[in-house]
């Protein structure tokens, strides 16, 4: 266990930090509860903060775990590791390992896809369900409303923008949202915190740099998509998402056509902030409704 920081808002995350202590560095994460395990995979600029409602409703029923991948949240940042999505991806299958984890529902949302359905894709007979929300698993750059911007951040103004100005926490996070006002600054600080200077965000440079990058790494992983048929999966929206727009969730749906299916019209990306409460409740039906 490590001290935490006394920025952390414990009334919001009332929860243990436990360490995993990779050979890339340091992985903070929460376990609470006992019972059915819900691994809960985080994007950026998140951290396991981020699915601190969702822990808090599940844990009385189920086993809840969310990591900190390296370089976010209280993780370790070594400014010289392997922020790809692929060393993410790894990263994962080996915290999975440790902890022995079995009989997995996975809770993915935006950079989580990518890095988290990797692992069921290779372990299907470990996952037993699947949840996913504003996510992908495929090659964005044929897509230009993805591909025009990351020419611009992969430019010397996008590493001064995100390394020196903190522009994935501090303007493309509150953009995201479908309404901003439930992005509080209270809130907004503990995703600010744990992101305080250039040092501290590398990770969230290298994801900007993996759209563009990980296009080969997605696209091995889609071509295998099938085997995720089976498993019975939920399909979240927000359906204000500027950045991941209804159209990718088309694409899942027709990937895997016997997913549940809700949306959520009013809410943007962070679906965990902005409606937790009917993420919750899709959930909670999810489960009780699949064997």
Known sequence: MITAPTWLDHSEYPFEIRTFTHPDGRINYIDEGRGPIILFVHGTPEWSFGFRHLVKAFSPTHRCIAPDHLGFGLSDKPPGADYTVRAHSRRLQDFIDHLGLKDITLAVTDFGGGIGLPYALEHTANVKRIVLYNTWLWDLMPDKRFSRPTAIMKSWLGRFLYLRLGFSVNVMMPSAYGDKSKLTKAVHAQFKNALPDATSRVATFACVQE???????????????DRLKNIPTLICWGMKDRFFPPDLMDRWKSALPYAVVKTLPETGHFVHEEANVELTEDIRTFLSTTP
């Open 211 to 225: 759209i563009k990058n990980a296009g080969p790494f997605w696209n091995e992983q889609w071509k295998k998509v």
